[in-house]
C-alpha cells in the first residue's frame, strides 16, 4: 500500500486510540493471567508492534485477549506461579505458530465450523466471567473455572459490598459510556480513571500494589524435564487459539477494509510477536477484534497504526508504574466481565433454536468442554464430530442419488434401451465424489434396489471423480454378490484414476465388463440379455422336439 499523507494520518490517530483502548484491557489480562499487570503491557507492545510489522493483516491490532489470558491463567496454576517455565511457554508457542505459517496451517485453520468456533468462544467468555467473580466480591480466584466455581459459596457469604459496589459501576460504566464521548476517551479507560480516583479518595479495597516501570528485563527459555510434557501441551494449545483468534479478527478487518489477509504470513508474525513477548516478560496475545475495529473506524489502514499502537503503550510504561500500583483489582474485574460478555457469541445465541439442531448440540457440547474440560478437548471434539456428520450426510446423499438413476436419463436412445431390457437391468449411478461416509450402506443399497428378476448390473461412474479404499472394497462387495447370484456387473463411465485404484486393490478390475460410457454398458447389457433369451428358447424349443 502506498503512504500517503491521508494514510499516515489515519494510521497515526488508529493507533494511538486502539493504544488509549488496550492500555486497561492489557492491564486487566496481565492481573487476570496472574503474571501480573506489566506482563500484559509488556505482551501488548511485544505483540501489537511484531505482529503488525510482520503479519498478514494490514489494519490488524494485537495483543492479550481472553482466550489466552485462559489458558495462561490455568497454567500460572499447574506451575506455581514459576515464570520463567511461563514465558518459555510462551516462546514456544511464539515458534510453534512461526512454523504453522511456513507449513501452511493458516488455510486449515479458517475450515474450523463456526459451531466449534462459537461454542469455545463463548466457553472462554464464560470462563474469564466465572474467574472474575472472586475478585469482584472482594477475593482471590483460582486460575480454573471449576475452583472457582467451587469457591464461589464462601466468597458469597463474606462478601465486600465496597469492592463488589466499585467493580459493578465499572461494569456499568463501560456498558453505558456515552459512544460521542467514547470517540475520544473510551469506556474501558474511563471506568479505569474514575474508579481508581473513586477507590482513592472513598474505598478501602484490594490495589495492584507496587509495579515495576521501565524497560523489561530478559527471561532466557528454561528446560525442566519434569514439566516438559505440561509446557508443551500448553504451548500447543496457545498457538492453536491464538492463531485461529488472530485469523477470526483478520476476517472481521477483511470485511471492514474489503481487502484480503494472508493468513499464514499472520500466523508468521503472530509468532515472532509471541516469541519477543516471552522474552521480555510478557503475555501471549493475538489478533484483537475489538482494538482492530476501533483502529480502523479511525483511519487506520496499514500495518504503521499496529506499530503506533505498541509504541505509545511502551511511551506509557515507563512512567505507568506509580499511577498504576492504586488501580483497584475490583475495577480490572469489571473491565474484564465486560470482556468476557463481549466475547460471548450472542448473535448465534439468539437464533440458535432457527437453525439445525445438530449445530447448536455441537455448539453446547464445545461449550461445556471448553468450560469443564479443556480449550483444546473441546475444539479436536468439536472439530471430529463436525466432520464426521458431514461425512454422514454427504454419504446418504450420495446413497439417495442412486435411487432416481433410471428416471432422469437424459438420452433418449439410452431411454430406449433401458426400456428394452425391462427390469432385468438395474442401473446405478454414483454422483460426486465416493467417500468412505456412503461405502458402508453401498452394497446394501444395490442389494435392495435390483429388481428381483434383474440379470445385469451397471456401476456408472461418469460423475466419480475419485475412489477411496472404502469405496473400492464395498464396490468389491457388489462384485461378489453379483457372482454369488449369477448377475452380470458392467462398470461405465470410469476415469483412468479410478480405473487405476480399482484395478491395484483388485489385482485386476472386478465385474464382467468396463465400458468407456453408459450407453456402451446399456447396449451390452442389451446384447447379453438377447443373447440369454435366444439361448434359453433355444433349449426350451429342443425339449419340445
Sequence with gaps: MTFNRDTIAGDITGGITAGVVALPLALALGVASGLGPMAGIYGAIAVGFFAALFGGTASQISGPTGPMVVVLAGLFASLSG???????????????????GFLGVGQYIRLVPYPVISGFMTGIGAIIIILQMGPLLGHDSPGDPLGAMAKLPNAIMDINFANLALGLGTLALVFFWP????KYLPGPLAALIIGTLAAFFLFDVPVLGDIPSGLPSLHWPVFEQSKALLIMEAAFILAVLGSIDSLLTSLVADNMTRQRHDSNRELIGQGIGNTV??????????????????????????????????????????????????????????????????????????????????????MVLVLSLTVFVDLITAVAAGVVLAALAFVKQVGQLQIASLKNM?????????????????????????????????????????????????????????SVPFLDVSAVLAVETIASDAASSGKLLYLAGMNAAVQKILTGMNKGMPGNGVYATRLEALEAAQSAIKANDNRVGSVIGAAAM
Excluded at 514456544?92 to 504453522?100: C, D, E
Excluded at 459512544?179 to 467514547?182: E, L, P, S
Design 82 to 100: 514459576d515464570v520463567a517455565l511461563i514465558f518459555t511457554t510462551v516462546m514456544l508457542a511464539g515458534v510453534l505458530q512461526i512454523v504453522f
Design 179 to 182: 459512544t460521542r464521548i467514547g
Design 406 to 462: 433410471p428416471e432422469h436419463l437424459d438420452s433418449e436412445v439410452e431411454k430406449a434401451c433401458l426400456a428394452e431390457c425391462g427390469d432385468r437391468v438395474a442401473l446405478f449411478e454414483f454422483s460426486g465424489p465416493l467417500s468412505f461416509g456412503a461405502a458402508a450402506d453401498l452394497g446394501h443399497h444395490v442389494r435392495e434396489h435390483s429388481e428381483v428378476g434383474s440379470r445385469v448390473l451397471i456401476l456408472d461412474f461418469s
Design 277 to 362: 513477548a516471552g522474552l521480555i516478560g510478557g503475555i501471549a496475545g493475538a489478533g484483537a477484534t475489538m482494538r482492530t475495529v476501533v483502529n480502523i473506524r479511525s483511519g487506520g489502514k496499514t500495518r504503521v497504526s499496529g506499530m503506533v499502537h505498541a509504541l505509545l503503550l511502551l511511551t506509557i510504561v515507563l512512567g505507568l508504574g506509580p499511577l498504576a500500583s492504586n488501580i483497584p483489582l475490583a475495577v480490572l474485574a469489571g473491565i474484564l466481565v465486560k470482556v468476557g460478555l463481549d466475547i460471548i457469541d450472542w448473535s448465534y445465541i439468539k437464533r440458535a433454536n432457527h437453525g439445525p439442531r445438530w449445530d447448536l448440540a455441537l
